[in-house]
């Protein structure tokens, strides 16, 4: 079946596109307003865009009432933001903390969340995640009448020293992490299970088929 998004429903196009693009990770984006309010919301839109330098970027909807959701005006304001990551165990509380809290509540404090303080930025983290990343506003793209990409610049990564395997060569208990991703509605997926494939060279796949 072909769907012509020129031709589909309103609402289609995003029912099709979550319920197959996926698992897509969740960033807990922590951000501070200009009163200083601490504010926490989950995000599917998002992902590592790059190493050189580390980028990441987050999809933004507009809010409920038109205006941009407190996220995204705070990192407009403040150009800074922590990417928090979700474990199994944090679920429930990363879900709570979409709420739609009105000015001045603090999702964290709803959701029985502590925060840390970060190295490089204002935003502090939340201390109950095992990864953490600092991030610099890079670019805002208007994407739609109703959308658009923050995309950021990744200072520092925080992660909990339970979950380095070397540090010097960069290794992660991966596995033990338990992060969740988002699936469609209220679906999500634990990433418990892994499996292995090796990398093709064209060497050894030309040598293999000559054997
Ligand atoms: C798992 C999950 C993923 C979400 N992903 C997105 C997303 O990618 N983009 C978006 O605009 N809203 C997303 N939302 C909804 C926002 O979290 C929600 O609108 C939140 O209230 C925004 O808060 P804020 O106004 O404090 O920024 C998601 C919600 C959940 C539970």
Same mark, same amino acid.
């Given at each position: ?9 309103? /609402?289609? +196009?995003?029912?099709?596109? =979550?319920?197959?693009?996926? *698992? !897509?990770?969740? $960033?807990?984006? #922590? ?80 959701? /029985?969340? +502590?925060?840390?303080?970060? =190295?490089?930025?204002?935003? *502090? !983290?939340?201390? $109950?995640?095992? #990864? ?80």
């Amino acid at each position: 079946m072909h769907f012509d998004f020129a031709q589909t429903a309103d /609402g289609i +196009a995003y029912k099709l596109l =979550v319920a197959t693009v996926m *698992p !897509r990770p969740i $960033a807990w984006v #922590v951000t501070k307003s200009v009163t200083g309010l601490v504010n926490t919301a989950p995000f599917s839109f998002f992902n590592v865009m790059g190493d050189a330098p580390p980028t990441v970027a987050l999809g933004v909807s507009r809010a409920r009432h038109g205006g941009l959701k407190h996220t995204a005006q705070n990192i407009r304001d403040s150009g800074e933001f922590v990417v928090n990551l979700v474990p199994f165990a944090l679920a429930d509380a990363m879900n709570l903390t979409a709420i739609d809290a009105p000015e001045g509540v603090s999702e964290a404090d709803l959701a /029985g969340l +502590a925060l840390s303080p970060s =190295v490089k930025i204002a935003p *502090p !983290r939340l201390s $109950a995640s095992p #990864v953490a990343l600092e991030c610099r506003l890079q670019q805002e793209v208007q994407t739609g009448p109703a959308q658009h990409q923050i995309i950021g610049e990744v200072l520092a990564l925080h992660i909990d020293a339970r979950f380095v395997l070397d540090a010097g060569r960069g290794h992660v208990d991966t596995p033990g992490l338990d992060l969740i991703g988002r699936s469609y509605g209220a679906d999500y997926v634990r990433t418990r299970e892994v499996f292995r494939l090796d990398r093709p060279s064209w060497r050894d796949y030309t040598s293999k088929k000559q054997d």
